[in-house]
């Protein structure tokens, strides 16, 4: 290790403590999941899932094609994702995109590498362990933040959108169970048999349960 990375990670090694002060601006909920903004490519991203299930980082196809990036970057990826049902989901490839996390006045930059994959959800990006790990952050469900150190040993708060993370998780409920619907109907007019639609179903179903996809390396 140089000097200069022991140095780095002295920075970094900084308390991230979670007080009674955290909760004065919670509104009360029922176990809802740590949603931030993050900056990238110079653009701000929200409904950015704090997801500490997951073995990636990943970007959803439509964030993707938003931030206006080219299939060139991303790199080809020959192993499986698989969602929280156990169904596999299609990985365009992945990069690496500089990341800000700020709340407003600290801020920590990072190369953050995202797993593209063609897939419907309710938010736009998942942040996984790797991700936390590198940033040293901690989120709490509880106090509705996540804390991490940027380089100059400041705690940086990120609060976590709660009326917007709602409304969008319901609105995708929606419009999920429809596109489901739309599938169903495609599936029996190719002459699909009603045991693989009640598989597809089950599928779905199970995803609607787990309320988001969470997606791990299998």
């Known amino acids: 290790m140089s000097v200069e990375t ?3 990670d002295e920075v970094l090694d900084v308390d ?13 909920h029922d176990n809802d999941p740590v949603v931030i903004s993050v900056v990238i490519a110079g653009g701000k991203v929200h409904r950015v899932l704090v997801d500490q299930g997951s073995l990636v980082g990943v970007m959803f196809w439509t964030t993707f094609n938003k931030l206006q990036l080219s299939p060139d970057q991303l790199r080809p990826y020959t192993g ?13 490839g992945h990069l690496e ?9 600290a801020s920590h930059t990072e190369n ?3 797993f593209v994959v063609n897939a419907p959800s309710a938010y736009n990006i998942l942040l996984g362990r790797p991700t936390l790990n590198k940033l040293r952050a901690v989120a709490s469900t509880r106090h509705m933040k996540m804390k991490l150190p940027d380089l ?23 419009t999920k ?10 599936l029996s007019e190719e002459g699909v048999v009603p ?3 009640a598989r597809a179903e089950k599928s779905w179903k199970g995803r609607l349960k787990a309320g988001r996809s969470i997606l791990a390396n299998h």
């Open 80 to 92: 499986c994702l698989y969602g929280f049902a156990g169904d596999q989901v299609e990985v365009r």
């Open 16 to 28: 991230l403590v979670f007080t009674k002060a955290d909760l004065r601006d919670v509104v009360p």
């Open 112 to 114: 953050i590498r995202y």
């Open 152 to 174: 100059g040993g400041k705690v940086i708060t990120i609060n976590s959108d709660q009326k917007k993370d709602k409304r969008c998780y319901e609105n995708s409920l929606k």
């Open 6 to 8: 022991q140095e780095a």
């Open 177 to 186: 169970r429809g596109v489901f619907t739309v599938t169903t109907r495609a």
């Open 97 to 105: 995109l500089r990341t800000t996390f700020t709340d407003g006045i």
């Open 195 to 197: 045991a693989e639609i």
